[in-house]
C-alpha cells in the first residue's frame, strides 16, 4: 500500500513562510515522509489533506482517550461556547470539576487548575519549595515533566533530540538549546527503580532536597513499570525526611482509572499533576494534593497566575470525558485495556513470527514497542539499547498501511478501539514485519 503526501507536502512547505519550523510543536517534525497535516477525525481514525485515512494510536500524544469528535464532548463544548467560553470571573463548572476531582483521586483535599502538564508541574514545584523552604529537586533519568527550564533535561527520542551536553561530573543535560545556564542546577538526576541510589542520596542531602517527583510509571520511555516496593519506598522516605513526594500523572492520570496511577497502586503522594486525558483534547490540567500544602495558593505564598486557568470550555471538556470515563462502572477501561491486549499480544506474536527481536511493555492501554535484543527492560539503560533508527523507519511504513504511530515507539489506546481496528492493525504490521530488515 502506498499514501499519497503532496498535499501535506505542499501545506509545509507554506506554513513555514509564517510558522518557525513549519510545525505548532517541535515533536510533530520528527514524523517520516512529511508531518501530516489534518483535516478531520471521528473516533478512532484520523484523515489528512490529502485523503488518506488513518487509525489513530498517536491520539494528539495521549489526550484524546474518547477518540476523535466524541459527541457528548462535542456537545459539552459547543454549549460552552454559547454560554461564554472565558470569563476572566469564576463560574459553577470550576465547582463541579474540583468537586469530581477531589471525590476521585486518593490523594486530593484541594486542587488547582491549569493550562498544560508544564504549568502544572511548575506549580508544583514551586508549592513544594515554598512548603520545605528548600530548593533542590529529585527527578529521575527518562522521566518527562514537561519543557520549563527548571525540569526539562536531555530526552532521547527519535521525537525529541537529545542534548548534545553529556551527563558528566555531576552536570544535568539541558532539554533544549536556549535554557538558562543556571535553571537546572538545583536538579539532582538519579536512575529510577534504584533502591539504594534513592535512599543514599535523600538521606544524605534531605536538607536540600524540597521535592521527589516522578513519574509513577515511566511512559515515554519503555513504559517501564516501578519495581514492587520501590514508589512505597519513596513515600516512606519522603514522609520520614520532610520531603513533598509528587507523582507527575499527566500521562497515567485517567488513563489507567479514574484514581490515578496512584489510586490503582494505593499511594498517598504529597502532589500529582493531571492533564492530557483529563479533558479529552481540550487544554486543561492541574495539581491535586493535601491541604496543607495548596493552602499556600489559599493565603498568597504561591502566587498561581493564569489568564485562561478554569475557563468554561475546558472545565466543561473535563466534566464531559470523566463522565462519559465513569459510565457503567468504569466498564471504558475495561474495554480499552482488552484492546490493548489483543493488539500487544499480536505484536508479541508478530515478532517471533518474523524472527524479529523485540519486545512490548504495557500498562493498561498504553504500551511501548521496540526492537531490542534484550529479554526485559526495566530501566533507562536498558531502554536505550533499543534500535531506535528501525523503529522509526517501521513507523514510516506503517503510516503508509494507514495505521498512525508515534515514531518513538509509544502507543495509546483509546476508548472507541475496537477489533475492527486491532484486526487491521496487526494485519499492517504483519506485511510492515515481513519487509522489515535490519
Known amino acids: 500500500m502506498s499514501i499519497q503526501t503532496d498535499r501535506s507536502r505542499q501545506l509545509l512547505a507554506e506554513s513555514k513562510l509564517y510558522l518557525a519550523g513549519g510545525v505548532a510543536s517541535s515533536l510533530r517534525a520528527a514524523m517520516k515522509p512529511t508531518p501530516l497535516f489534518a483535516v478531520s477525525g471521528s473516533g478512532p481514525r484520523v484523515r489528512d489533506e490529502d485523503g488518506n485515512e488513518y487509525i489513530d494510536y498517536l491520539l ?49 483535599d484541594r ?91 535523600l538521606r544524605e542531602r534531605k536538607d536540600e532536597i524540597a521535592a521527589v517527583i516522578s513519574e509513577p510509571i515511566m511512559c515515554n520511555n519503555g513504559c517501564i513499570r516501578p519495581k514492587p516496593g520501590y514508589l512505597e519506598k519513596m513515600r516512606e522516605l519522603t514522609a520520614e525526611l520532610g520531603l513533598v513526594m509528587i507523582l507527575d500523572e499527566v500521562i497515567t492520570g485517567f488513563r489507567l482509572g479514574l484514581s490515578g496511577a ?52 475546558a472545565t466543561s471538556a473535563a466534566l464531559a470525558t470523566l463522565r462519559e470515563l465513569a459510565k457503567d462502572g468504569g466498564s ?24 524479529i527481536p523485540g519486545l512490548v511493555n504495557q500498562a493498561g492501554p498504553v504500551f511501548h514497542m521496540m526492537f531490542i535484543g534484550e529479554e526485559k527492560v526495566e530501566d533507562f539503560d536498558a531502554f536505550n539499547k533499543r534500535d531506535a533508527a ?43 514485519m515481513a519487509g522489515l530488515h535490519s
Open 332 to 355: 471504558a477501561y475495561g474495554r480499552m485495556e482488552r484492546t490493548a491486549d489483543r493488539l500487544v499480544e499480536g505484536i508479541r506474536s508478530l515478532l517471533a513470527k518474523h524472527g
Open 390 to 432: 528501525k523503529y522509526a523507519r517501521f513507523a514510516e511504513r506503517m503510516l503508509e498501511e494507514g495505521v498512525l504511530i508515534r515514531p518513538s515507539g509509544l502507543w495509546y489506546v483509546s476508548a472507541v478501539h475496537g477489533e475492527d481496528e486491532t484486526r487491521a492493525t496487526l494485519a499492517a504490521i504483519d506485511r510492515v
Open 262 to 313: 496512584h489510586g490503582k497502586f494505593g499511594l498517598k503522594p504529597d502532589l500529582v499533576t493531571i492533564g492530557k486525558a483529563m479533558g479529552g483534547g481540550i487544554a486543561i490540567s492541574g495539581v491535586a494534593g493535601k491541604e496543607d500544602i495548596m493552602a499556600l495558593i489559599e493565603n498568597g505564598t504561591v502566587g498561581h497566575l493564569g489568564t485562561l486557568n478554569g475557563n468554561a470550555v
Open 111 to 201: 486542587v488547582a487548575l491549569s493550562g498544560s502538564g508544564t504549568e502544572a508541574v511548575m506549580l508544583a514545584l514551586r508549592l513544594s519549595r515554598a512548603y520545605t523552604g528548600r530548593q533542590k529537586v529529585v527527578r529521575f533519568h527518562g522521566h518527562f515533566h514537561g519543557w520549563s527550564d527548571a525540569i526539562f533535561t536531555s530526552f532521547p527520542s527519535p521525537d525529541m533530540k537529545q542534548a548534545a551536553a553529556a551527563a558528566s561530573a555531576g552536570a544535568v543535560p539541558p532539554g533544549t538549546s536556549g535554557q538558562s545556564e543556571l535553571s537546572l542546577k538545583d536538579v539532582v538526576l538519579l536512575p529510577w527503580n534504584d533502591f539504594d541510589a534513592l535512599e543514599q542520596t
Open 60 to 108: 494528539a500524544y495521549g489526550p484524546l482517550i474518547l477518540g476523535h469528535a466524541h459527541p457528548s464532548l462535542a456537545e459539552a463544548v459547543g454549549e460552552a461556547l454559547k454560554r461564554g467560553a472565558t470569563f476572566g470571573l469564576q463560574h459553577t463548572g470550576e465547582i463541579e470539576l474540583g468537586k469530581l476531582l477531589v471525590e476521585a483521586l486518593p490523594c486530593a
